[in-house]
């Protein structure tokens, strides 16, 4: 009846899950850094929205521009 009795399904190859908004950026060199900018008015804990071309406090509205690399 069941021709997949006990066939096992192929494993999966571990696909990187999608790092929902991950918080921090793991350098090569080991070093942890924080991927959001923390706003510099508001107090510790507040971060700001990055924008293609600016980070921007959803709080205070503070914004910065990013530098052109
Ligand atoms: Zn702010």
């Known amino acids: 009846m069941s021709e997949e009795k006990d066939k096992k399904k192929p494993k999966e190859k571990s696909k990187k899950k999608k790092a929902a908004r991950s918080l921090y950026k793991v350098e090569k060199s ?3 850094t924080s991927t959001r900018r923390p706003c510099p008015r508001c107090e510790k ?3 700001m929205a990055e924008h293609y ?3 921007a406090c959803g709080r205070c509205g503070y914004t ?3 530098r052109k690399s």
Do not use: D, I, M
């Open 30 to 32: 080991g070093t942890v």
């Open 64 to 66: 910065e521009f990013k």
């Open 45 to 47: 804990g507040t971060y």
């Open 53 to 55: 071309n600016r980070f």
